[in-house]
């Protein structure tokens, strides 16, 4: 056998576990406390900052129906992330149109630009 030649593979490695990832914006909870004061009703909400979120999740939604919440992780801590979208499949994967970002930024208060994170877990 000559050494040009190559030899048969022994093994085959396993396929490296595809990263799940979300690309929307991580929520400040702080700011979600102080908006989400304005609107707070215990009948409805156990904290402040979930009647904030509640309501921006149901306003990005009628932007862009693929939003959702998501664990995510970033600096190593578990934050909730409202994504616009996931590498979970094709449909999911599709990104909203710069106008419909725009529009989430302002309805989410915010200058920052959605980012990919990565999932917890």
Not at 56 to 78: Q, S
Not at 100 to 111: E, G, I, N
Request: charged share 20%.
């Amino acid at each position: 056998m000559s050494y040009t030649q190559t030899m048969p593979a022994l093994y085959r490695p396993k396929p490296t576990k595809q990263r799940r990832m979300a690309y929307g914006f991580v929520i400040d909870w702080a700011a979600a406390a102080e908006r989400g004061g304005v609107n707070f009703n215990p009948a409805l909400c156990d904290t402040p900052q979930m009647t904030y979120v509640k309501r921006m999740m149901r306003e990005c939604r009628l932007i862009w129906p693929n939003t959702k919440i998501r664990p995510v992780d970033f600096d190593r801590k578990i934050l909730a992330c409202i994504a616009l979208a996931e590498n979970t499949s094709q449909r999911a994967m599709q990104l909203p149109s710069q106008h419909a970002v725009d529009q989430m930024k302002h309805v989410l208060q915010t200058t920052e630009d959605p980012q990919w994170y990565k999932y917890y877990g």
